[in-house]
């Protein structure tokens, strides 16, 4: 996972925004060294007189009281009790629990206008480790060498939480097209829709602490109303009934709502990892999203027009990484690592995308788009690897026009660089790509 910091050092040299997109609350800057810095107020999410919410291994929700002494023992217990109490700030626990199985989690009210975050203290301060699934415990079957069944109906995905990636995402199991396949197939899964088998990569006996099998029942899907805050901090999101990993989504306004979102992976979903919709204001540090079937970060805006979007909105990615999107849908051609739609103002610095069916970064809907040091490698056309497109920046109209401003970015394993659709406006400043890899340019585009 990306570990790029906040402020520190001297001699540092503000980063200036492109005329028209909205001002930063916060510094942004490269020090000395070159790497780029910020002050976000993560602090200002989970304040010293916010009311605390304690959830813990050892608690109760029957007889706790969500305190030091008397603890929760889910985030269910604890978000309702959030909904319900009248404060405007709460700031939940979350002490020394692994994964919240099937029905821990659960949530999919609204937050209304208070300021709520979720923290988990496990971890190493960069790896995420408190679990959010649908998981149980199954009573596994030996049925062939190194595979076990279970009966369980509705699988939608299997992940491997023993068997964490470089970035520590739990890795996903391919599935295959039956049991006999998926028994001479290590590192798969399949499903006939009453049973599951599961052929772990190093053949051992799945169990509810190494294995998350996911199925189609709610989870964590929060709305927030107007004014609400949304802070989640060491977690990690797999997928549920809406096949995200995390969705958020904001009231039919979009106008101040705001998610931060920080140190959190999203692994191994049917849909996106990350989706927000109608949410004004979105910010991610350091977050890693992979193995999805979708996109791995998504930004929407069902509910709002062109321009309230471009008016109201502002997504900051910081240091995160996508990749592996699409890879195991057959005819898969449009997932992406991260992508924002509708007219939105986005500015992402650090973004590394890589392996995935579509452009790795590609803004629609004549979006604002800032990008700063970031990484675009290895797009997928038709399953053959570094044969697609890196960027991608396109407008629906000359009406509601998209810029793209590409700071200090290179891309890698590429086919098509770069493609500027008509009505859209772009500049690159040190823009690195393979030689003879093309530039597709239907609106305006200089290069320095």
């Not at 791995?296 to 900051?316: D, G, K």
Request: glycine content about 12%.
């Amino acid at each position: 996972m990306g570990r790029m910091g906040r402020v520190g050092g001297v001699g540092k040299k503000l980063l200036v925004m492109p005329s028209g997109f909205p001002a930063l609350s916060f510094e942004l800057y490269r020090n000395q060294v070159g790497e780029i810095k910020h002050s976000f107020p993560f602090a200002d999410y989970y304040q010293p007189t916010a009311t605390k919410i304690i959830v813990s291994l050892s608690g109760n929700d029957t007889t706790g009281l969500g305190s030091d002494a008397l603890p929760y023992r889910t985030l269910a217990k604890a978000m309702t009790t959030m909904q319900a109490g009248a404060d405007s700030s709460y700031d939940i626990v979350i002490k020394d629990v692994p994964q919240f199985l099937r029905d821990e989690a659960g949530f999919t009210g609204t937050i209304s206008g208070k300021t709520v975050a979720i923290r988990s203290l496990l971890g190493d301060g960069y790896t995420a480790q408190t679990l959010i699934t649908t998981n149980a415990a199954y009573s596994w079957v030996a049925d062939g060498v190194g595979t076990y069944k279970a009966t369980r109906s509705g699988v939608t995905a299997v992940s491997d939480s023993g068997a964490r990636d470089a970035n520590g995402v739990p890795i996903a199991l391919v599935k295959t097209s039956s049991s006999a396949l998926c028994q001479s197939t290590s590192g798969s899964w399949f499903s006939d829709g009453s049973s599951v088998w599961v052929h772990r990569s190093d053949g051992s006996t799945p169990s509810v602490t190494s294995t998350i099998v996911t199925i189609g029942v709610s989870q964590f899907d929060p709305i927030l109303a107007a004014g609400s805050k949304l802070y989640l901090e060491n977690l990690v999101f797999c997928g549920w009934a809406n096949g995200h990993g995390l969705r958020v989504r904001g009231d039919a306004a979009g106008t101040n709502e705001e998610v931060v979102v920080n140190r959190c992976i999203f692994a191994g979903t049917t849909g996106n990892g990350y989706m927000t919709d109608a949410v004004a204001k979105t910010y991610l540090f350091n977050c890693v999203s992979a193995y999805q079937q979708l996109d791995a970060f998504n930004y929407t805006y069902s509910t709002m027009t062109w321009a309230a979007v471009r008016a109201n909105t502002l997504v900051f990615e910081y240091g995160c990484t996508g990749y592996h999107c699409g890879v195991e849908v057959p005819g898969a051609k449009s997932n992406n690592t991260s992508t924002a739609h509708g007219g939105c103002n986005i500015l992402r610095v650090g973004h590394t995308g890589y392996e995935n069916t579509g452009a790795t970064i590609i803004d629609v809907n004549g979006c604002y788009s800032v990008l700063y040091d970031c990484l675009a490698k290895t797009p997928i056309n038709d399953g053959v690897y570094g044969d697609g497109t890196a960027m991608a920046f396109s407008a629906d109209s000359v009406g509601q026009p998209g810029y793209a401003y590409i700071y200090h970015c290179e891309v890698q394993d590429c086919t098509v660089a770069l493609n500027i659709s008509t009505n859209t406006t772009a500049f690159a400043d040190k823009f690195r790509r393979p030689i003879g890899s093309a530039l597709l340019v239907g609106g305006t585009f200089t290069e320095t």
